[in-house]
């Protein structure tokens, strides 16, 4: 396992800019932005290049709220542009119910270039109580790749995992893996703390 030195930008120029900062314990991401979603993103990026397979974990410790859609999680990208294909399993920062989802985390990804975005929801009907909840800090998020197979999972306790979803896509090889942040409204920026990511190859 390792723990790669994460480079923040913002992606598609947010009117609100934001920043990654090392705490004594991890990150501190402030984002601005619009949104992640539709065919272009607004957020903040902690990324590393990676090549190939891989098993990426964070822990979020929290999560501020600008909007009922401030998320934020694990994400690869093919390119640092603002259309770029991607995928990212997120949380919001609270339970409370979204289009077709009454837990705090989401998938979803962008297939090509420029297009439109898509999510993955728990399976409906929904039950009373999310099988997905969000707790901070006991929020973990891991993302695994095998080639075009993605595998996202989350765990309450860094232990034991549940599979949220398991997505095919294609995405270059060479591609940028971070830690994405948006606040989900222009004019207001969100904060999101984590442990490091530990990245480590697939077993």
């Known amino acids: 396992m390792r723990q790669p030195l994460l480079h923040g930008i913002d992606l598609g120029s947010p009117l609100r800019?934001?920043?990654?900062?090392?705490?004594?314990t991890g990150l501190e991401l402030e984002a601005g932005g619009a949104d992640i979603w539709g065919?272009?993103?607004?957020?903040?990026?902690?990324?590393?290049?990676?090549?190939?397979?891989?098993?990426?974990?964070?822990?979020i410790h929290a999560l501020s709220m600008a909007d009922v859609y401030?998320?934020?999680?694990?994400?690869?990208?093919?390119s640092l542009a603002e259309g770029s294909a991607h995928v990212m399993l997120l949380s919001?920062?609270?339970?409370?119910?979204?289009?077709?989802?009454?837990?705090?985390?989401?998938?979803?990804?962008?297939?090509?270039?420029?297009?439109?975005?898509?999510g993955i929801y728990p399976p409906q009907p929904l039950p009373p109580q999310p099988d997905f909840?969000?707790?901070?800090?006991?929020?973990?998020?891991?993302?695994?790749?095998?080639?075009?197979?993605f595998t996202a999972l989350?765990?309450?306790?860094?232990?034991?995992?549940?599979?949220?979803?398991?997505h095919q896509q294609e995405l270059p090889t060479q591609a940028y893996l971070g830690l994405a942040v948006t606040s989900h409204h222009p004019e207001q920026t969100v904060r999101a703390t984590f442990d490091p990511l530990t990245l480590a190859d697939p077993t």
């Open 39 to 59: 065919h272009r993103d607004e957020c903040h990026f902690a990324f590393t290049p990676v090549d190939g397979n891989f098993e990426a974990s964070v822990r």
């Open 92 to 118: 919001f920062g609270d339970n409370q119910p979204r289009n077709r989802n009454n837990g705090g985390l989401e998938f979803q990804s962008r297939a090509e270039t420029d297009g439109p975005c898509a």
């Open 154 to 166: 989350a765990s309450s306790d860094g232990r034991a995992w549940r599979t949220f979803c398991v």
């Open 133 to 149: 909840p969000v707790h901070f800090p006991h929020v973990w998020l891991k993302l695994v790749r095998a080639g075009a197979t």
């Open 70 to 78: 401030t998320k934020a999680g694990l994400m690869l990208r093919a």
């Open 17 to 24: 800019g934001g920043r990654t900062t090392r705490t004594a």
